[in-house]
């Protein structure tokens, strides 16, 4: 049971590119998760989804995109990255109950730099 | 829309001293309440929860109590340890939304 996996765990990227930070998990959690975490603001929400198919919009959604295809995986596309988006990304996942919210389980991060 | 406000760090304590972490949130509905812990370089891990009012979450000897009427989950810890140095996160869960705090970092010095 490997829990939540990211990759990769560093990358460096130049002002304009794409590209994909892949998340997956093993646990069969229909809720899924994107944040990023900047020095001294917490965590903040990008964007989640309560299963394959079904995504919405967190607090910091712009310049990101995610689908989910399959319960396991739930990408996260940087469209054309900008220095503001330096940050650590997690990936987390977690069981949906309606109104009831349950504990997440956190990847181990990726450390994202646009120069 | 939903939030949560944590005391600042960072807090530094000497072993066996008395934790409390303060935390307050603003919320509609039925939150469910957590505290992360994270230590450095890795994801956050649970550390305890609480689902409904007045329930206490406990784990490690780390305890908070699910004050409604104050809207509070404070952390505390009756003696802390060298190990337990990291980065606390409070969190709230909402309707597939959670919000965090911003973390307090606590160091503990032998």
């Known amino acids: 049971n490997a829990g939540v996996t990211q990759t990769p765990k560093f990358q460096v990227l130049k002002t304009g590119q794409s590209m994909t930070l892949q998340c997956a998990q093993d646990?069969?959690?229909?809720?899924m998760s994107w944040y990023r975490q900047d020095p001294g603001m917490g965590l903040r929400l990008i964007h989640y989804?309560?299963?394959?198919?079904?995504?919405d919009q967190g607090e910091v959604p712009n310049g990101y995109n995610v689908s989910r295809s399959t319960t396991e995986d739930f990408p996260l596309r940087l469209l054309s990255a900008a220095p503001s988006q330096t940050s650590v990304y997690f990936c987390?996942?977690?069981?949906?109950?309606?109104?009831?919210?349950?504990?997440?389980?956190f990847g181990p991060g990726t450390r994202l730099t646009v120069t | 829309g939903d939030s949560v406000t944590q005391m600042e760090g960072p807090v530094t304590l000497s072993e066996e001293a008395f934790l409390t972490i303060n935390c307050t949130y603003t919320a509609t509905g039925y939150p469910s309440l957590f505290w992360y812990v994270q230590y450095p370089g890795e994801g956050l891990q649970l550390l305890l929860k609480a689902t409904k009012a007045d329930d206490k979450g406990s784990n490690k000897g780390f305890e908070a109590t699910y004050r409604k009427e104050t809207t509070s989950f404070h952390l505390e810890k009756g003696s802390v340890q060298v190990s337990d140095s990291a980065v606390y996160f409070c969190?709230?869960?909402?309707?597939?939304?959670?919000?965090f705090g911003s973390g307090t970092k606590l160091n503990v010095k032998p």
């Open positions: 646990m069969n959690h229909e809720y």
């Open positions: 987390a996942s977690s069981y949906t109950g309606g109104i009831w919210s349950y504990e997440q389980y």
């Open positions: 989804s309560v299963g394959a198919g079904i995504t």
């Open positions: 969190s709230v869960g909402n309707f597939n939304k959670f919000y």
